[in-house]
């Protein structure tokens, strides 16, 4: 039986970091870029076929309510949050609502309002530093959001798409 042959590395240090840097590099354009890229799916302010895609990205269970006013379409992650999405006549979603152990992934759930959302945010954390729940009016965006660990719960809507005979207290 033949011994397996040990060459040594004749490689400094500073050699071996820079072969690898290229690959870091590259490791790192592929993270940013999975981190900017677009949502693959919807929320807030998009249409109702959104709907069974916030389903996969949250790898839960649905389960759908109509009344006369608007429906209800409720997902309830693996991780025990719920999420409801509160659907006008037109199929466009005008709220969404959410209650559990875990917030919910805003950037999916407040869609193309994630951006304003995010700045007001902000805004409002650089102003007033500290704990306590969040509540943002812009134009065209209400947020509300609390919580503390393994409780969170909040709303989210655009006042515009409330349908005539549905009041913002309806989104919970």
Request: proline content about 9%; overall charge positive.
């Amino acid at each position: 039986m033949n011994a397996p042959k040990i060459f040594p590395c004749r490689a400094n240090s500073a050699e071996l970091l820079q072969a690898s840097a290229i690959p870091l590099a590259m490791m790192m354009i592929i993270m940013m870029i999975m981190v900017t890229a677009p949502p693959a799916f919807a929320g807030l302010g998009q249409d109702v076929s959104s709907v069974p895609a916030d389903q996969v990205q949250m790898k839960g269970t649905l389960r759908s309510t109509q009344n006369q006013a608007y429906a209800v379409h409720e997902i309830r992650a693996a991780t025990g949050t719920v999420v409801r999405e509160f659907v006008s006549p037109s199929g466009k979603v005008f709220g969404v609502a959410w209650q559990g152990p875990w917030p919910p992934n805003m950037r999916q759930i407040l869609a193309s309002y994630f951006e304003q959302y995010q700045r007001a945010a902000q805004v409002r954390m650089n102003s007033r530093p500290g704990r306590r729940p969040l509540m943002l009016e812009q134009p065209g965006l209400v947020v509300q959001s609390s919580g503390h660990m393994r409780s969170f719960a909040g709303r989210a809507y655009v006042p515009d798409m409330l349908p005539p005979e549905v009041s913002a207290e309806a989104i919970r």
